[in-house]
């Protein structure tokens, strides 16, 4: 088992930014990909950014050019930058791990993100 846990959200203006960091209870090394996920009540979780063990790296349109997925090998952390935030990306933020390339199987607890004046 995977055990994820999140941390970093916060409330922010829009326009402001906030990083927000997943450490892993096993090594990212091993596992294939990991991803940020987001989501508001009455709709279904959505894909934001995903980082597989090779480096590639992909964003969902609406974040594109604004937030960076990244990841730091040694600390067992990925982590998500968001710039330029927008009240629409106001939600939980979860941090799952595709260990095997078969879809997302551990999640964390998620943590809130509040884009508002």
């Known amino acids: 088992q995977v055990q994820l846990v999140e941390s970093g959200g916060g409330l922010v203006q829009p326009g402001g930014s906030l990083r927000l960091s997943c450490a892993a209870s096993d090594s990212i090394r091993r596992i294939y990909a990991m991803g940020w996920y987001r989501q508001v009540p009455g709709k279904q979780r959505e894909l934001v950014a995903t980082i597989t063990r090779r480096g590639n790296t992909n964003y969902t349109d609406s974040v594109k050019g604004r937030f960076t997925i990244s990841r730091d090998s040694a600390k067992n952390t990925v982590y998500l930058q968001m710039n330029s935030l927008k009240p629409e990306d106001t939600a939980v933020y979860y941090c799952?791990?595709?260990?095997?390339?078969?879809?997302?199987?551990?999640w964390g607890q998620g943590t809130q993100v509040t884009v508002s004046s």
């Open positions: 799952g791990a595709d260990v095997a390339g078969s879809g997302y199987d551990y």
